[in-house]
């Protein structure tokens, strides 16, 4: 990058570095005496122009994924159809990060009924264990491990295993909004299973850290030989480009496309979900199985200048978007400018006053009364907005009390040729999961459960069958009562402040949707959490190499502790629809392996 560019871009205070891995080093840092080359349209600092198509799309984290999405669509599946096909996929090729044993959370365009439907496919802690049952193990666990016995869920084993909600969500979608049988929608991925595919470069080094983070966390696994046989090659994680084969989940995934939902949830699948968990001494039994069901639910919304931001309800935490979006509303970001200290010093503020009432409120709804109303009423988004001063960072953040106002990783996106478009987020939580694989099924179990507090007060405590707070969110936005954006960034805790980030970079700075996702990125951590953690202080901002030190160094004076990124940055993808053109407008995080296919 040229030196004029750089200065023009550091002046506006903020400045994209292409290469993730050098988030710490300063923006015109070159590797092995190279840096990136120079773009000769739209914004210098873009890793690339959007992918246009008029017919169909998809963006996913993987190459093959999304060409894969694509197919569907060209053989007349609907993006419906597309996106479970990705999601069979993603699981396969990904499953550092997402699989048929975790959850599901989907938004979806119908164009024949103009409206946005939403699925919740986040299933339940087991029936059969109550919160005192689930701390007395949880220490007898760390005690078995030889570890410091600590007042949370262990991360790996069995104890943070939930129900998986993904197969229900794909087949609750396909009966509304399916065309193509499910054994053609599942038939390139169990291809794939079968015969291979090479391990891409950011999976591969996942794959090396988690297998790592097992064999550290080795005596809180019950059962490990199942997940080796899976998941190594010749005993060891798949390096880049070796080609990687999953006959296990093949088998699983074809009794899926031959005997429906029922396998997975009351037939030979669940029988064996069952019988390992029974032999390993896990709680989850086959009734856990069998009566678990997904739901419908209604997506929620702001107007955000005049665009619609919709996001799904608890367990998740997609209302804190909406939170931080109302409080925002107050600021003029677009005067205060891109990169600038009083915008970031906004944006900060209102992701901590917003996540200290996550941490308070978010929890399963069936088992508490959530505040939707309060939280979401730009009554007391105005009353949180009065503990913002943008010369200092607020020392004393707590929740507010909304009850007064009333009357959750892999993101990928589709959109078909008839308008429909998907916004959808599945999830095995941290890394590939708990460490646990049931007998030849193919896939690892999540660890959501992990996200439970055990402290009795608290709205998201552990309880038999409940469900446990989300972080993963899927983002729609829709503008002038039309289809605007189908988006998500993955990441944790950093998802509702990096959905944020690229709509205001969209909405208040201008930016396309590529651009948006190549910006820089930071990130605030130390708030209160759900699982009952207290609050660090002011906390940190973790920032990308792309703000100036001139802007880190204002945000430090205003009292922020401003550390270098770890990478930790969330995975984002998009398709923006122009509805005078009927073109698809998609984008796909430059930090991750992913593409944009289309039509």
Known sequence: ????????????????????????AAPSATVDGIGSGDRYAGKPWASRAPVLAQHGMAATEQPLASEIAVDILKKGGTAV???????????????????????????VWDPKTHKLYGYNGSGPAAAGRNLAEMKAEVASAYQKAGMETKDEIPPVGSLPVTVPGTVDA???????????????????????????????????????????????????????????????????????????????????????????RSAFYEGEIAHTMADYFKRIGGDLRYSDFASFHGEWVTPR??????????????????????????????????SMGVGSADALTAMIE???????????????????????????????????????DLSHANADIKPGNPRLQQGDTTYFTVADDSGMMVSIIQSNYRGMGSGLVADH?????????????????????????KRPFHTIIPGFVMHDDKPFMAFGLMGGDMQPQGHVQVLTDIIDFGMNVQEAGDAARWRHVGNATPTGQPAQGIGKVQMESGFSKQVKAELEKRGYK??????????????????????YWGATEMRKDGEVIGY
């Open 301 to 334: 919304s702001v107007n955000y200048r005049g665009y619609q931001v919709y996001e799904l309800p608890p367990n998740g935490q997609g209302f804190a978007v909406l939170e931080m979006l109302n409080i925002l509303k107050g600021f003029d970001l677009k």
């Open 562 to 583: 401003v550390v270098p990124g770890t990478g930790a940055f969330g995975g984002y993808q998009a398709i923006r629809f122009d509805p005078e053109q009927h073109v």
């Open 1 to 24: 990058m040229t030196r004029r560019l750089i200065h023009t871009m550091a002046a506006a205070g903020l400045v994209a570095s292409s290469i993730a891995s050098a988030a710490a």
């Open 170 to 260: 794909w087949f609750a979608l396909h009966d509304r909004f399916g065309k193509l049988s499910m054994r053609q929608i599942l038939a390139p991925a169990i291809h794939y299973a079968q015969d291979g595919w090479p391990v891409t470069q950011l999976v591969a080094q996942y794959w090396q850290r988690n297998w790592a983070a097992f064999d550290r966390l080795d005596g809180l696994i019950e059962e490990r030989d199942n997940a080796r046989d899976t998941y190594l090659i010749d005993g060891h994680p798949p390096r880049q480009g070796e080609v990687f084969k999953n006959p296990d989940l093949a088998r699983t995934l074809q009794t899926l496309a031959n005997d429906g």
């Open 350 to 388: 209102a992701k901590r006053l917003a996540y200290a009432d996550l941490a308070q409120y978010y929890a399963d709804p069936k088992f508490v009364d959530f505040p939707t109303q309060g939280l979401l009423s730009q009554g007391y988004a105005d009353q949180r907005r009065e503990h913002i």
């Open 441 to 465: 099924l193919g896939f690892m179990f999540q660890d959501r459960g992990q996200l439970f507090s055990l402290h009795q007060d608290d709205a998201n405590v552990y309880a038999p069958g």
């Open 81 to 107: 159809d597309a996106a479970i096909a990705a999601n069979a996929a993603l699981g396969l090729m990904e499953p550092v990060l997402n699989g048929i044993g975790g959850d599901c959370f989907v938004i």
